[in-house]
């Protein structure tokens, strides 16, 4: 069984080609800059050279027609019809508290998904008009929705509900929804198998660092609580996203600066986070080169980061009630070693501390915590694509 996973994003699509047989990928890629001058395609066939497609890509469904191509392409392709796809996963942002599990797209699922747009407006549209390209270009193929935020769904009504009146939940389903909901699932079994324990015996941090960012706490297999919230600007600080700060901040700097709405939520999404504190990059990889140079901002971007990290994992870990073990993972998280040592300084009083030797390590899962550490910490690289492949082929073998 093959299984083509897709994930669009606003201007972006990523996609893994994946066959169920050994969970291998047999291609993977990403087009990127959809609708946007320059965009490019890159397709990554297994056991062959990457190439990479410059084009005019103006919107999702070319950008899905060129990775069709792409697979089935004489000389970089990977099968030699699209027959060979047995089913597409979709990862979906944002469906409210209408689904818990992935689930199989109908047209009612499809209705549900623009019901919903207001609560993802950048990734809902795009998530449907991937999946009505798919149903053009694979007619009778069936397709499955991985929502982003079913893995929160098991949050308790403390943990999601603003303080704010309540009307505005009723009316306007304003709550903590909760995203990455994908990699932290998968994040926390894995790490569970790690301890050798059975999920539901154990309290962990999910610490799901990249460009974007989240924690969730994870108590005996389910989420109780995670950072982000109606939307994924919520929590730690960001590679561009500001996080949690004063709401207050907005109309005062509107006023001060003149700026529209519009341009405070550009400000806050796309010009904050660690960006906007360094004014070096969103990326760490240059943060962490300027403030070895001697910047200072870009120190201080890092310490900033670094703190709003730590300071939820003792909350998360107070919430929990006690916590086992913590996770690193994506980008940022399975691959700074100097981060996750940033992230742990300190936090002997509650029972961890890294070792810098075990803590050397990069992209593969590892505990890094000293030995007999109470609180255990590992680096655990996340894999959202598996994760939906393996979700659709369960709904599809229902
Ligand atoms: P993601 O969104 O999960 O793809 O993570 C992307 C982010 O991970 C980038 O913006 C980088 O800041 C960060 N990252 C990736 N590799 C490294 C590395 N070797 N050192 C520090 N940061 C990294």
């Known amino acids: ?31 990127e800059r959809i609708g946007i001058e320059g965009s490019i395609l890159v397709h990554e066939p297994e056991g062959k050279d990457k190439v990479k497609q410059t084009a005019d890509i103006k919107n999702h469904s070319i950008a ?71 149903e053009e270009l694979m007619p009778g193929v069936p397709q499955v929705m991985v929502l982003d935020t079913a893995f929160h769904q098991t949050m308790p009504k403390s943990s999601y509900i603003y303080p704010i009146p309540y009307e505005a939940y009723e009316k306007h389903g304003v709550r903590r929804y ?40 994870v108590k005996g297999g389910k989420c109780i609580d995670t950072t982000m919230g109606l939307t994924p600007l919520e929590g730690i600080a960001m590679g561009t996203r500001c996080g949690d700060i004063d709401s207050a901040i907005l109309p005062f700097l509107m006023e001060k600066e003149g700026m529209t709405i519009e341009q405070m939520m550009d400000y806050l999404n796309k010009k904050s986070g660690v960006l906007g504190v360094s004014g070096v990059s969103s990326d760490f990889r240059d943060i962490e ?49 100097t981060m996750r040592a940033k992230i742990c300084e300190g936090l002997e009083f509650f029972g961890t501390a890294i070792d810098p030797e075990k803590n050397n390590v990069r992209g593969k899962n590892q505990e890094i915590s000293v030995d007999g550490a109470k609180v255990k910490v590992f680096v655990v690289p996340t894999n959202e694509e598996l994760i939906i492949a393996r979700d659709t082929k369960a709904v599809c073998s229902k």
């Open 178 to 217: 909760g995203f990455h909901g994908t990699s932290h699932r998968y994040v926390a079994e894995q790490t569970a198998m790690l301890m050798n324990k059975d999920p539901k015996d154990v309290n962990i941090i999910v610490c799901h660092l990249g460009n974007g960012g989240s924690l969730s706490a």
């Open 1 to 31: 069984m093959k299984i083509l996973v897709l994930n669009c994003g606003s201007s972006s699509l990523k996609y893994q080609l994946i066959n169920m047989a050994d969970e291998s990928a047999v291609a993977k890629g990403l087009v």
């Open 64 to 134: 899905i027609k060129m990775v069709l191509d792409a697979l089935t392409d004489a000389n970089h392709g990977v099968i030699s019809s699209l027959k060979e796809i047995d089913a597409v996963g979709h990862r979906v942002v944002n469906c409210g508290e209408n689904f818990s599990g992935p689930t199989l797209i109908t047209p009612e699922v499809k209705k549900i998904i623009k019901d919903c747009f207001d609560l993802a407006p950048l990734h809902n549209p795009a998530n449907l008009i991937g999946i009505e390209a798919c």
């Open 289 to 337: 080169e300027a403030a070895n140079s001697g910047n200072e901002r870009a120190a201080l971007a890092l310490d900033v980061f670094a703190h709003t990290v730590r300071k939820f994992i003792g909350a998360f870990a107070a919430v929990l009630g006690g916590v086992d073990a913590i996770a690193f993972t994506a980008g940022l998280g399975e691959n700074s070693i």
